[in-house]
């Protein structure tokens, strides 16, 4: 069984500009998370989908980010515009239903410079 | 108040000890708690999930949960140089179905 696909691995903007990360759940996983993780921290829920609906956004700063699941498969978190302070590690992460344990992409490192 | 609270450590045992890592969570209404493992530059990895007060055992790995006191654990046995890393302990709510994290304890398996 295929894992949580995420892309790119890394990625380094300068501030100010947009940036996006996308990520492919394991085949059958109805549910889908965005965590952020800073260094020496545990990951942070940003927003959690069930099917294609954003069930809990309420960490996401909507201001710069926004999220979006389209057909209930695929998902792609956007940044614009990046600050510094967004610089992290960007989890996605996906399960069978709400209540079942989650399972980890390898995740995108974001530098703002 | 931090709604899960873990050591952050570092815990450092010897090759062939029994490693302790301890969790608190605030919410009373919590119905699930998993244990995962993070090496350094990697993203967590599920070791263990338990539901029920008491023990639950998997191989090396016990986890162990009491509800009255908000309070689970995971013990490594026979503690390996392999199983140094950041062991994130988290928590689901009960009504909304939230998993949140700790902050990790750092484990480090000493030769």
């Known amino acids: 069984e295929a894992g949580v696909v995420q892309s790119p691995r890394y990625k380094i903007i300068e501030k100010k500009q947009p940036v996006a990360f996308w990520c492919n759940p394991i085949s059958g996983h109805n549910t889908l998370y965005w965590y952020l993780q800073n260094l020496g921290q545990g990951p942070e829920l940003l927003i959690r989908y069930e099917n294609e609906e954003a069930v809990d956004d309420s960490q996401l700063p909507k201001d710069r980010f926004s999220a979006e699941r389209l057909k209930g498969v695929d998902s792609t978190l956007k940044i614009q515009p990046a600050e510094l302070g967004d610089s992290a590690v960007y989890l996605c992460?996906?399960?069978?239903?709400?209540?079942?344990?989650?399972?980890f992409g390898n995740g995108t490192r974001l530098t703002v410079t | 108040q931090k709604e899960v609270e873990q050591n952050s450590g570092p815990l450092s045992v010897p090759e062939g000890a029994i490693a302790s890592l301890n969790c608190t969570y605030s919410?009373?209404?919590?119905?699930?708690f998993f244990w995962y493992r993070q090496y350094s530059g990697k993203s967590p990895e599920l070791i263990m999930f338990?539901?029920?007060?008491g023990d639950k055992e998997d191989g090396r790995f016990t986890a162990q949960l009491n509800k009255a006191s908000q309070y689970v654990s995971l013990l490594i046995r026979d503690s390996q140089p392999s199983d140094s890393a950041t062991y994130l302990c988290a928590v689901m709510g009960g009504s909304n179905y939230k998993l949140t994290f700790g902050k990790g304890t750092l484990l480090t398996v000493n030769p």
């Open positions: 338990i539901y029920s007060n």
């Open positions: 919410d009373r209404g919590s119905q699930s």
């Open positions: 992460a996906s399960s069978e239903d709400r209540e079942s344990p989650l399972h």
